[in-house]
């Protein structure tokens, strides 16, 4: 049976292969699919200059002092399915879909503790209005002191993870991914099970891991920094020794 391309939650088969790279997506951002012999993936999107290598480790876009503890421009009643937001500074969101599938958290005041997922977005050019249009309603009203972080999906913008343990290991993926600084590029990022990963040292059977201190690579684990798998052979500096990952299962 071939495993090449994953079934989604629905028990279909995706129409997008694990070694296929589009320039359409074919699946909203963050879809979960897995293949017979156990292995997960989550459909993501790049939109960095930088291609994207398979066996090297991926990580999600850091979230942006313009999108963190901001408030509403206007209150949003309960069951509002839209809420209409001041950034913090001067952004440009020139798609609808750059927080597709993210989230909207409550991070303090009115309504605090609460998050909604995202559908799409307004649109801004070089500006600080931006509205964000919810997958569900609002359970708990917001007032325009409530304050909010936007966080697009882990899986979303993704770029090489950088050396040391910046932001959210996201998965590798298994085809080169090329630049997509003009057209954002769409593939499966493996999360689960075993993959070939890019050593940085002479790893340990069984060890845990964590990014590494080179850009794509993983190390053995200090304990305080994201797992990202298990080492299931002996690595070896800059080779791709197979480890069993467990980012997201």
Request: charged residues 10%; contains cysteine; glycine residues 10%.
């Amino acid at each position: 049976m071939s495993n090449s391309h994953p079934i989604l939650t629905a028990g279909v088969a995706s129409n997008q292969s694990v070694y296929e790279v589009t320039a359409s997506p074919r699946h909203r951002v963050g879809t979960r699919a897995q293949t017979s012999d156990g292995r997960t993936f989550y459909y993501a999107r790049t939109q960095d200059a930088a291609a994207l290598a398979p066996g090297k480790l991926i990580m999600s876009e850091v979230v942006v002092a313009n999108n963190a503890n901001i408030n509403p421009s206007a209150a949003a009643a309960v069951g509002a399915t839209s809420v209409a937001l001041t950034l913090g500074g001067s952004s440009t969101y020139d798609e609808t879909s750059d927080f597709e599938g993210g989230y909207l958290v409550v991070n303090d005041a009115t309504g605090e503790g609460r998050v909604y997922s995202i559908n799409y977005n307004s649109t801004v050019s070089a500006g600080t209005a931006l509205t964000v249009y919810l997958d569900d309603a609002i359970e708990t009203a917001l007032t325009t002191s409530s304050e909010v972080t936007l966080v697009k999906n882990p899986w979303a913008d993704v770029v090489i993870a950088a050396a040391g343990h910046v932001h959210f290991a996201a998965g590798v993926p298994l085809v080169t991914v090329g630049s997509a600084a003009s057209v954002p590029q769409f593939f499966w990022a493996q999360t689960w099970g075993v993959c070939g990963v890019w050593d940085d040292a002479a790893t340990a059977i069984g060890a845990v891991l964590q990014s590494g201190t080179t850009a794509g690579q993983v190390e053995v684990g200090d304990g305080a920094a994201q797992p990202v798998g298990v080492q299931l052979y002996t690595g070896v500096d800059g080779e791709y020794y197979p480890k069993f990952l467990t980012i997201a299962p």
